[in-house]
């Protein structure tokens, strides 16, 4: 019975180092210690053994007895202080924990800005096309064959084989007038707002991706003085009201005459500083009254109507508002540099 005394010992043992929760606890007990449990078959058994043997079986019987008692009492308090400590780990004095919640990107925001102030000047949001046919793009803008910019290293050419036209990337906004243009006869406002891409090598002033907003307006005796004044509106809205603007001479295949706009640097005000290259003034977009070709192509009356149309580089724009000194910044997700935009 001894042997059997000490193998019932070392099974309590081994038992006891599984006890992790009050069920298990409450397992062992039942198995070990209750009335219909291993000790007391032991202490059973026990009355019918000889006299002789009584006095020490006895004590190793006692010994076993209390030795399980004790592991069980000390589990019980084990687990109780365990459990009023998982209780108190919430400490309702500390301060709430903070979530970063996002925000729309500046991109985002500047778009929806811009498309804002034109709204009040009565223009229309139309979303072109990121994938365009190479007759939007280049052909009905009046870019002949042979214009640089149809050159495979400036545009994605999409794979169009089998289809009836080819196929790309945007490189501009500008195939969203076409578009319009097709839909609907004169007057027109509308603003056109979107990615393009170029295949340009990466640098801190360019991407092959980026984004401009297009505007056109085409009505009776629209004329280029309307598109300054359009412009200067523009850059007092965005800008801020003591801003300059000015425009110098410029070629577009798709406007007639073309200019490009300055602004007075943002960051100098005129002075001369590093952003503006030390001449005071940062040009910001391409634009032109519209080229009577285009709107034969169109099949708008180009005696009767007029139009003007430009297109503003959005990233470029925003460097120069706010200084920002590379483009990739817009696209790194750093949320350090977008969190200054809130
Ligand atoms: N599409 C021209 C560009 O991407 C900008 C432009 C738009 C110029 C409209 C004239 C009129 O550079």
Redesign the pocket.
Known sequence: MLDRIEKLRADILEESGNIKSTDLLEQFRIKFLSRKGLLNDLFEEFKTIDKTEKAKVGKSLNDLKNFAQNIFDEKKIQLTKSKEEKKSVTDYTLPGRTYNIGTKHLITQALEEITSIFERIGFKVYDGFEIEDEYHNFDALNTPDYHPSRDMQDTFYLESKGKDKRYLLRT???PGQIRVMEQQQPPVRVIVPGKCYRNEAISSRSLAVFH?V?ALYVDTNVTFRELKGTLDYFAKEFFGKDLKTRMRPDY?P??EP?AEVDVECYLCKGKGCRICKYSGWLEI????MVDPNVFDIVGYDSEKYTGY???MGIERTLMIKHGIPDIRMFYENDIRFLKQFK
Do not use: Y
């Open positions: 501009h906004t500008s401009q297009e577009f798709f406007t073309s977009l391409g634009c032109g149309a430009f297109g």
